[in-house]
């Protein structure tokens, strides 16, 4: 080969493009119904609805576990692989987690959930990096837009089904057969790429040996005392509503507005190229004023407020 691109080449990986901005974006919608309901599981046990912390660190526990041996294999196996075992692996969890059964089926089910979410959308945005060199940043400002418009999505399509049935297990089967479609699709158009180009493949770095480097470690915590925040906002937003007598409809919509915002953020975000110090500084200061609104208001529309900070805070960090 030349090296030239055949005919038909731009279309297909268009297509791809398409297709792994769109998992992105079914990632968005079926993370925040979890984080709709989440207080729902805890009730469902008889736990309190504040016992969702508990239920979101199994998650989490089982998307760090995944992520960190994910990042070795996808240099060996390629990532169009660990994607399509990722997303089996979250299929499965949500399947289980479709099943009324005792709180060890549903701490199972979470972190099987937890174990194929985090290579599904870690590796989809590195496809999406990897086929348009040229354009990545496009294309993952694309995915990005997709996954807060499926996690705008998310909330209101959980309480439209919970509202309308009266219980919340068989939204996870429905989040179960997304991932069995999108893991279909993956396979059906994978042909030639499964395999890693040779050019592409070297030796695996240790994911620890980034650590030696001090400015690294910074970051490493700056990200880790954000995801702290960040990750268990939408479930936490919502009992907050709750708290001082919103409906169930209203506080899941404040979890659409966080999202909304984040979108927001992001999309001003990318405007701040070259200058993202600054930017991490100034959003992060606009993340914790939400966060202080939320602590200190008591009225519905300062605490929609508070919501609106925090996103829009969030979304560039």
């Known amino acids: 080969m030349d090296g030239r691109r055949k005919p038909g080449d731009h279309h297909g990986q268009f297509g791809q493009n398409l297709l792994f901005s769109l998992l992105v974006t079914a990632l968005g919608l079926v993370t925040n119904v979890f984080h709709t309901v989440v207080d729902r599981m805890a009730l469902s046990l008889g736990r309190e609805a504040t016992a969702a912390g508990l239920l979101i660190s199994v998650y989490a526990l089982g998307s760090l576990s995944s992520v960190v041996l994910s990042s070795a294999l996808a240099d060996r196996i390629g990532k169009r692989r660990v994607i399509l075992a990722a997303l089996a692996v979250m299929s499965l969890g949500f399947f289980v987690l479709s099943v009324k059964g005792s709180y060890g089926l549903l701490l199972a089910g979470l972190y099987l959930y937890g174990f194929g979410f985090g290579p599904s959308e870690g590796m989809a945005s590195a496809v999406l990096t990897d086929q348009n060199p040229r354009q990545a940043s496009l294309w993952m400002n694309v995915a990005q837009a997709g996954f807060g418009v499926g996690a705008i999505i998310g909330p209101m399509a959980a309480m439209a089904y919970v509202l309308s049935r009266g219980e919340h297990q068989g939204v996870f089967l429905l989040c179960g057969l997304l991932g069995v479609l999108f893991f279909t699709l993956v396979l059906l158009t994978a042909k030639g790429r499964l395999a890693m180009p040779k050019h592409a493949q070297r030796p695996p770095m240790n994911i620890f040996s980034v650590l030696k480097e001090k400015r690294f470690r910074y970051l490493a915590l700056t990200i880790f005392l954000y995801l702290g925040y960040e990750s268990v906002s939408p479930s936490y ?22 999202w909304g915002s984040m979108i927001v953020g992001r999309l001003t975000g990318t405007l701040l190229t070259g200058k993202e110090l600054q930017s991490i500084r100034a959003y992060t200061a606009v993340a914790v004023a939400g966060l202080v609104i939320l602590v ?12 609106a900070l925090l996103g829009l805070g969030c979304g560039p960090v």
Do not use: C, H
């Not at 919103?246 to 899941?252: C, I």
């Not at 200190?296 to 919501?307: D, I, N, W």
């Open 237 to 258: 937003i919502k009992q907050l509503f709750l708290s001082i007598g919103e409906p169930e409809s209203m506080a899941s919509l404040m979890i659409s507005l966080f």
């Open 296 to 307: 200190l208001a008591r009225t519905t529309p300062l605490l929609a407020a508070g919501v």
